[in-house]
């Protein structure tokens, strides 16, 4: 085990540039949190709003480590704000005293960057490929506070069935007619997903339809988009964001007309029997506001239906 001396003696951390694309790509390959998310054409996306302010650790010269992060102009460098969690990326070759050095690292860079505190999204443990939760410790010994905790609703396909009154509804969707398809028609999908959160909830869709259009032919094995069809209409829908252990519902949408038939029900029924769902998480996101604080209780009641239980997803804040 090297320790956190030698760390700082042998590994060198700078900030990411376009020229380290390549390497960063690699890190994230690599990775035991690997999700496309993180790959620069993901992340590079939405460069406009969020100013990167991204790391790679290099041990001997190699890359041994991603840290995707943005800073903000209140002095908050976060991991990462336009992403739904972020960290320290790594292929789990080293760890609790490199993982304390390599913070150490890079809190000396925050702070030349002019940071003045950190907040840090841990990538939730479903989408780890194996053990790897050492930065829960450091943050741990860095007196890092919990300052939100939101649910998401999660399973396995096969271990968790879905409530009997789910089964009813997917049934009834089937007998009138309701076609379960992949499809491109982001648009059209959009505009019903945008309908259906602005009745249901007043918010709206945090990428736009061209955003997602663009997303999906960059990841078009990561991002697929199935949808139930009703007299040639689209009824409801789910984005899914693939990885290699997670199939996440990024989005559900359904319209009045498939509310009212059951085509959401019929349509995740369907695909949880998909051969490429097996073994893997369905995840089916967070069902809370302001952090965690109030909880969209219908909202969790439909995916606990569905047959998820609860995973936590956290945000942690420490001072520099």
Known sequence: MTSEAEVGKKWEISRYSIDDKDEWDS?????????????????????????????????????????????????????????????????????????????????EELKKLGACRVRYKPVPWIYSLKPSEEDLYVLFRLNAKLVARQISSAFVPGMQKMEERRIRCAKKAANQGVQIVESKD???????????????????????????????????????LFVSMMMGKMVAGTLLFITDKVVHTQYLATSLDGRDCGAL????????????????????????????????????????????????????EYDL
């Open 27 to 107: 890190c994230v390959m690599n990775s035991t949190k690997k999700h496309f998310m993180f790959f620069r054409n993901y992340m590079d996306y939405h460069s406009d709003r969020f100013r990167d302010a991204s790391f790679i650790c290099r041990r001997k010269g190699k890359a041994v480590a991603a840290i995707p992060g943005t800073i903000l102009k209140d002095g908050v460098w976060a991991s990462h704000a336009g992403l739904t969690f972020g960290g320290i990326l790594s292929d789990g070759s080293f760890g609790i005293s490199e993982t304390l050095a390599l913070f150490n690292l890079l809190n």
């Open 186 to 224: 982001f648009n059209a999908f959009w505009v019903m997903l945008a309908e259906c959160l602005a009745s249901r909830h007043l918010v709206t869709p945090v990428h736009s339809a061209a955003e997602l259009k663009l997303l999906a032919d960059r990841f078009p094995q990561n991002i697929r």
């Open 265 to 316: 029900d019929l349509l995740i029924s369907k695909l949880l029997r998909e051969p490429w769902m097996a073994n893997k998480f369905v995840d089916f996101g967070v069902s809370c506001e302001q952090g965690g604080l109030i909880l969209n209780e219908g909202l969790v009641a439909q995916k606990e239906g569905f047959g998820g239980r609860g995973v936590a997803y956290d945000v942690y």
